[in-house]
């Protein structure tokens, strides 16, 4: 009788420390939210960029920022982080993000930019020249100006802002082009599209137009990275290489 009597009491003691404990941490807890010891004070945002493109992405940083102050104030403990990722998932330069609590009264916010494959240019009625950024995925960003834009490549006309699968094309040719040598993209000066030759690049250096077509662009990447090498070796400077054909590159020499 004894040992039952034990094994009641030790079931009511387990008990309330079930009961108990969590109550008088929440009331500990409600205690120092309603002396605002929760309040956030601090919004923390972190970016992971490339070095090239830190002075582009400052202005849309800043507009973040300040889109968060409406935050401050408020209860951490409280506080929704379903309403930052609203705000997050409308920034189409946002490519990754995540938010966390830091206790006691901080957010901490992570961003991944998305890469910009090149910047469409543009020149306004009063003769003003401005850059639409476009992601790798094809998304056009809000115009910057020359100081802001970062170091892409430049491609022109209207096709790009108007048609995406236009620009999905171009990005499909930067992506084919080879890591080293003359034909990477780096050497690339402009990229380009019309109805007659489909997309074109031209060089850095060069007065060289390179003309692509519609389609198979790692492969025609692949030929013209060889040609180009072969002329370079040999001293031969061309004007136009086609490689829109079959089975074969087409090399204009000057």
Do not use: C
């Not at 929704?80 to 990722?85: C, G, M, R």
């Not at 938010?99 to 890469?115: D, N, Q």
């Not at 490549?153 to 999905?168: A, S």
């Amino acid at each position: 009788m004894k040992t039952l009597h034990f094994k009641f009491d030790r079931f009511l003691k387990v008990l309330a420390s079930f009961v108990l404990l969590p109550a008088v941490v929440y009331l500990s807890v409600y205690s120092l939210d309603q002396r605002d010891f929760f309040m956030i004070d601090e919004i923390d945002i972190k970016i992971s960029v490339k070095a090239s493109q830190k002075l582009f992405i400052k202005p849309y940083v800043e507009s973040v920022n300040e889109k968060m102050t409406q935050f401050k104030g408020q209860s951490l403990w409280k506080f929704p982080l379903k309403k930052v990722s609203e705000i997050l998932k409308n920034e189409k330069w946002i490519s990754e993000f995540r938010i966390s609590r830091a206790w006691p009264s901080g957010l901490e916010v992570e961003l991944v930019p998305h890469e910009i494959a090149y910047l469409i240019q543009t020149r306004e009625s009063h003769g003003a020249t401005e850059f639409f950024p476009v992601t790798e995925s094809a998304q056009i960003l809000k115009r910057v100006d020359s100081k802001q834009a970062p170091g892409v490549v430049i491609v022109r006309g209207d096709q790009f802002l108007k048609n995406q699968k236009i620009r999905e094309g171009a990005i499909a040719i930067l992506k084919s082009l080879p890591e080293v040598g003359k034909l990477q993209p780096s050497y690339v000066a402009e990229l380009g599209y019309d109805k007659k030759d489909g997309y074109w690049i031209s060089l850095l250096q060069s007065d060289m137009k390179i003309k692509y077509g519609e389609d198979q662009f790692e492969l025609k990447s692949s030929r013209v990275s060889q040609v180009i090498d072969y002329l370079e070796n040999r001293d031969l400077k061309a004007r136009v290489i086609d490689a829109n054909l079959s089975k074969k590159v087409l090399v204009r020499l000057h």
